[in-house]
């Protein structure tokens, strides 16, 4: 796994955010880790929560992407307009992504190698105006040697 630093496995890391969508019906979110320049949709490569609806709340997932191969885990907690805490954490050899807290996810296959920046992607699969509302962002990276 490389963040954009150029660091390699093993290296530990956290993304944190606290945020809501104002939008849950027709909607593609993605947060937490992409290839650089967000190629594609979905990215090539990337570490993120995604939730896609099509008129019907659907629970968020847990993703790891590796040259488009991808491991997908249902975290069993549906999206919805209040703000929730959204942590990934890397431990160099495992990506745990947690809600509120809670641990959902615990993933190993699939992580990607190119180097990943932080993002946020809400795109509107309907012809009507989605935002999100971010209340913190918190991301920090350590090499362990």
């Given at each position: 796994m490389?963040?954009?630093?150029?660091?390699?496995?093993p290296l530990t890391f956290k993304w944190y955010i606290i945020t809501r969508i104002n939008s849950t019906t027709q909607v593609t979110v993605r947060?937490?880790?992409s290839?650089?320049?967000?190629?594609g949709?979905?990215?090539?490569?990337?570490?993120?929560?995604?939730?896609?609806?099509?008129?019907?709340?659907?629970?968020?997932?847990?993703?790891?992407?590796?040259?488009?191969?991808?491991?997908?885990?249902d975290t069993g907690s549906v999206m919805d307009t209040s703000f929730h805490t959204f942590l990934i954490e890397g431990n160099g050899t495992n990506?745990?992504?947690y809600i509120d807290g809670v641990l959902k996810c615990t993933q190993a296959t699939n992580l990607p190698t190119a180097a990943l920046?932080?993002?946020?992607?809400?795109i509107a699969?309907?012809?009507?105006?989605k935002n999100m509302d971010l209340d913190a962002f918190i991301g920090w990276l350590r090499v362990v040697r």
């Open positions: 490389v963040l954009a630093t150029g660091a390699t496995v947060m937490g880790f290839a650089l320049g967000l190629s949709n979905p990215p090539t490569d990337g570490i993120y929560f995604e939730n896609i609806t099509a008129g019907a709340l659907v629970n968020w997932d847990c993703i790891t992407r590796a040259a488009s191969a991808e491991t997908n885990t990506v745990l992504f920046v932080p993002f946020f992607s809400i699969t309907e012809a009507v105006a």
